[in-house]
């Protein structure tokens, strides 16, 4: 199996990992705190760990990245509109949490019909290419509008916490423009250093996880 | 003009309530409802609560009732204050 593969297969299981983690742990808190945002984080995480399983997965198993599947359309619909319409619901959700905490439950209506009207966008395209490249585009308002909140909420707090937040968000936004840039030039290796920023950005929030759970009980 | 405080939820006042009971070792009701912040009738429920779920015992001595943490509380407060700085890292409170 040629290397691209086997290191998109890793850097995403791992990533599915934390995110499964993430999930799990908003889910726990969820159950103490009873807080929509954490919920939305619950689920959106769930989301995005299935989503990046499913990415290693038929990577591994098809022995090619998606961008490599786009070119091909060797099983392009598992490989890439699974992959990427799982991811795009995931990180509506989050986005959605993140609405709702900062404009509160009179504004939701607005929030949601935004959200709604940047996925039909994305279903009015025909096509698997353009589809990868429209959602990736989604995506990437989404991940803005939840790093301008996650500037917002460490301007306030300047906790080591919510600065790893943001930090994980940062180089998750950072990783999806280099992923559509590498989809819309069809460019495999730009699509390995995307994956591998995206990966950086899920070790911050591995970081995040490990110094919350370490805390005592005062 | 000043927002005005937003109320303590219910987490937040047990929170205060165990560390109050935990720092004191044998608390007396007088000393938790001083750190606790809470009325007379209020702390009667939260202490009842928390004592139904096992996370605080209660000891009666004569007229002299007190209140002591128990290990299930202890690990309960070890959660909350997990909750706490993971919900703080997504800019919440409890």
């Known amino acids: 199996m040629a290397l691209g593969p086997l290191i998109l297969f890793s850097l995403n299981a791992l990533s599915a990992v934390v995110a499964l983690l993430t999930s799990y742990f908003a889910y726990r808190f969820e159950r103490l705190a009873n807080n929509p945002l954490l919920k939305a984080i619950a689920i959106g995480f769930m989301l995005l760990g299935v989503g990046l399983l499913v990415e290693a997965g038929t990577s591994v198993a098809l022995g090619q990245t998606l961008v490599e599947a786009l070119k091909s359309r060797v099983l392009a619909v598992l490989e890439t509109f699974t992959y990427l319409s799982i991811q795009m619901l995931a990180y509506i959700v989050v986005a959605a949490g993140y609405s709702y905490i900062a404009f509160g439950r009179s504004q939701k209506a607005a929030g949601a019909s935004v959200l709604a009207a940047a996925s039909a966008r994305v279903v009015d395209l025909v096509g698997l290419y353009r589809f990868a490249v429209a959602s990736y585009f989604v995506v990437l308002v989404l991940l803005a509008f939840v790093v301008f909140q996650g500037i917002l909420i460490h301007s306030r707090s300047r906790s080591v916490f919510s600065l790893l937040v943001l930090l994980a968000f940062v180089l998750i936004l950072s990783a999806h423009v280099v992923l559509l840039v590498s989809v819309i030039d069809l460019a495999g290796s730009l699509f390995l250093v995307g994956t591998a920023i995206q990966f950086l950005g899920f070790a911050s929030l591995l970081a995040f996880l490990i110094r919350s759970a370490r805390v005592g009980p005062s | ?94």
Do not use: C, W
């Open chain 2, 1 to 94: 003009m000043g927002q005005a405080e937003k109320p303590r939820s219910t987490l937040r006042i047990n929170l205060d309530i165990l560390n109050a009971i935990r720092d004191e070792g044998d608390a007396k009701p007088t000393h938790i409802l001083y750190r606790a912040n809470l009325s007379h009738d209020r702390l009667v429920k939260y202490l009842d609560e928390l004592a139904g779920k096992g996370l605080i015992e209660v000891q009666q001595e004569g007229e002299n009732r007190t209140y002591r943490i128990t290990p299930k509380g202890v690990s309960f407060l070890i959660e909350i204050r997990r909750a706490e700085t993971f919900i703080q890292g997504f800019g919440l409170a409890i």
